[in-house]
Each structure stands twice: as structure tokens, then as C-alpha cells.
């Protein structure tokens, strides 16, 4: 088998993490190697054998000594591909590695070889333990995720009309979970590439998620969504947390990552997904230790891992609703579930004031949008867009890519008054008639 990496690296954008494979497919030094065998046990593993497969939890990590493990991506139809081959002094895994949640990909040996597999308690041993090979191994895994979710492996299928407000839905709550997927846009392809013939699909039942193994989920709801992609954790009603966060924005995450590191058992409950309102961001230039900005996913993303580095579990979907400190352990009450703790964080952030206006239900999330990703301005690319609004979100709206025809921007209301101005709302209404596209925040 030819590893494809060489090939296909002179021709990849230099952002792809594919192009950087000394970085994302290292080869650690034989000393180091060394190091990573002190924490776990020599296996042989005959050719063609399964290490792991997609859809399994709490998969362990594997160096290879000799011989070649193959990494294979199931496509929508169940075929599967061998997408890298990882050689002597490679290692198989990527950020689930740091979590409970199902993995993507499957791992195969391609013909008789010997590696070291280290168990999960253990990896995280080597981790802390070894910082020089820690930092290889989690910017490796963190490269990987992002060139997953790049070239759309390990992923599932969305089929739906692209501006269809449940199609953007759960588009989001993918692409802001880190979760690698195709669209198929049934306004730019109305039978989807044949899969809705394939699936005996109408188009009144869209949006449709094909996973692996072809299950298909029916506009699923978040929760359905979350425990579909074996992204929910399960929660141990019999723990007792050190410390549970309600709410995964930077507060959440700056709390879970001080928590975990101070060795306190770290849960954090979050009802959609890490970031917060910054993970909404295009780019934000004033946050610390980011003298060239980052965008807000990307400072999810890294705040994620390092609170799950340091041990701390996320359990996305789960929307605390309620709270009970009238004894020791404290309990919150996560859908049917009671989660113990002995301390608290909420960190559950600000609730958007919706606009009251004419034909706003019809709008909400397919046309009318509270931040401008890059996923709003793709939807938003040549229409008219009115932005609402203005202070530094309002301010990001206009200069997101790729340009709108026009854009006018309305400096309705000030960080202080947030209030609406009554002669500017009636030329809002008026513009909301003719205009197909919003992006607000009041
Ligand atoms: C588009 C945009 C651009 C921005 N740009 C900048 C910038 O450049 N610089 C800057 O300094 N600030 C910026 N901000 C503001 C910044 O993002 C916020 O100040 C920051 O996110 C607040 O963090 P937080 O953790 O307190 O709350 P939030 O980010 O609001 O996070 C709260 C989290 O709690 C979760 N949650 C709420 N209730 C529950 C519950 N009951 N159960 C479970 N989870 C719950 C929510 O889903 C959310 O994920 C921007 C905001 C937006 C929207």
C-alpha cells in the first residue's frame, strides 16, 4: 500500500493539515519511542486484523514498531477506504482519545505487525508524564481532527435544502461540535446525487442524516443528533463531581480547565456546544496570548482539548434545568438524570433579546442569523444583508467572505442602550420586505 500523503501533499492548500504530515502524521524519534513503550505492552497483530472500529468507545492508542496499520473512512454507501498508513514510530488516534465519545475512523493492520498498545489511563499518563512527546501527540491529534472534518472523513451525510432552517440547524451544531460531515444541497441537487431514491426519500421529509452503517435519523432533534453521532457521554448518576460547570462558553471552559488541572473531577454540561457565543466569531483579536487573532471555534476547539486533557468531561446536549444546593452533594437536574457535585460553576452566559418584528418567526434561522461564521456568509454570498446592530459582531458581519452584493449597516442600536431606534426600525421593516438575508445581534 502506498501512502498517499507524499503525493498528495505538494498539491494541498499549505492550511491543510495533509500538507503538514511531519506534523500531523509524525514520526517520533527512536528514543522517543522508547519512552512511549515504558507505557505500554508489546502486541503482535496479524495482517487484515481490526485494532479498532468505527462506531467503538474508549479506543486505545497504538505505536507502531514494525510492520504498517492501515486507517480506513466508511463512505455513505458502507465501502471503505484506506485514507493513510501509519509506519514504524507512528501512532494511531485523534482527539477522541481524550474522550468517550464513538470514533470515526477504523484501524487495520495491514500485514503482520508488532506494535505497543497503551491503555487509556495510561496514554494519559504518558501524556502529562512526557511533555516533549505530549505536545507531538496532542498537536498531531488536534491536526488530525481538523483535516477530518476538512476533507469530510469519518463524517456523516446531511442531505437537505441548503437554506432550510433545520438544514442550518444541525449544520451548525455539527460544524460548531468539531463533527466531520458532507452537505448534499437538494436546491442545488434535488435528488441528492440519487440517495434520496437510494433511501426511498421524499423531499418533504428532509433534512435526512445517512450515518455510517446507513442508519438514517429524520431531522433529528440536538439530543437525538448528539446520541446518534455517539457524541453524549454517559452520565453516572452515582458520581460525585468535584466541581460541574453548566455551560461550555470560554467561561465554562477557562473554569474546567483551571478545575481538571488542579487534579478536581471535572464535568462540564453544555446544551449545544463548546465555545459559546465566541465560538460564533469569525475572529477575536483581544483575547490573550493571540497577538494575530483566532477565530472562535478554533479557541473552542483548543479550550476544549485542554480541559479534556487534563481529564475533564464534556457532556454535549444536556441542558441543565435545574438546581438543588439545600444539602450536600449538590444536585443538577439534567433531563431525567441528577448529577452530584460539591461545587457548582455556572457559567451559562447571555440569551439573545429577539427583534419584534413583522414576519420574524417566518425568518428565524434561514435569513434572519445572530453572527456571521463563514457558514451564514456563504448563505448570505451576492444577497442583500442587513445588519443589526453595532457593536463588534455587527462589526464583523460586513467584512466576513465572500462579499454580498450590498450591505447596509445599520447602526440601530449602542452596547449601552441596546435599545431599537423607532425611525430606523420602520427602515428595517421596510428592508426586511425586500431582503433575503439578516445577521443580528441586539
Ligand atoms: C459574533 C460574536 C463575536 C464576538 N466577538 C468578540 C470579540 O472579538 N472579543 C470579545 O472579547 N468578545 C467577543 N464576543 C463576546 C464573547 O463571545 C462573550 O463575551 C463570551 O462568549 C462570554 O462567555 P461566557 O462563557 O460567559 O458565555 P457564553 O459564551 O454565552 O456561553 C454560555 C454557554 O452556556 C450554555 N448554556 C446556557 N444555559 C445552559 C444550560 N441551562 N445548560 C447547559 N448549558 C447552558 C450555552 O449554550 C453557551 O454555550 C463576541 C460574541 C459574538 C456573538
Redesign the pocket.
Known sequence: MVDPYPTMAGDLDPADPYARAAQTFPCLSEEMAGRVARYGSPEHIEGGTFLFERGQRSVDFFLVVDGAIEMLDMDAHGASTVFTTHRARQFTGEMDLFNERKVLVSSRAAGNTRVVRVKRGDFKRLVAGEPDIGEVIMRALILRRVGLIRHGQGGVVLIGPGHGADTLRLQRFMTRNGYPFQLLDTERNPDAGGFLECFDLASHQLPVLILAGQEVLRNPSSLQLADGLGLTETLDPDKVYDVAV???????LAAAVYAASEGLSTLV?????P????G??S?????LGFPTGIS?QALAGRAQSQAQKFGARLAIA????GLDCSRLPYRLRVGELAVQTRTVVV????RYRRLDLENYAKFEGQGIH???TSMEAQLCAGDDVVVVGGA??AG?APTCPPPCRTTWYSALSTRRTSRCIPSARSRVSKAMRSCTSWVG?T
Open positions: 453548566v455551560g461550555a462558553g470560554p467561561s465554562g454540561l453544555e446544551s449545544t456546544a465555545g459559546g457565543q465566541a460564533t466569531s475572529k477575536i483579536e483581544n483575547y472562535g444536556r441542558t441543565v434545568t457559567a451559562t452566559g447571555a445572530y453572527a456571521a463588534n459582531s464583523q445581534r
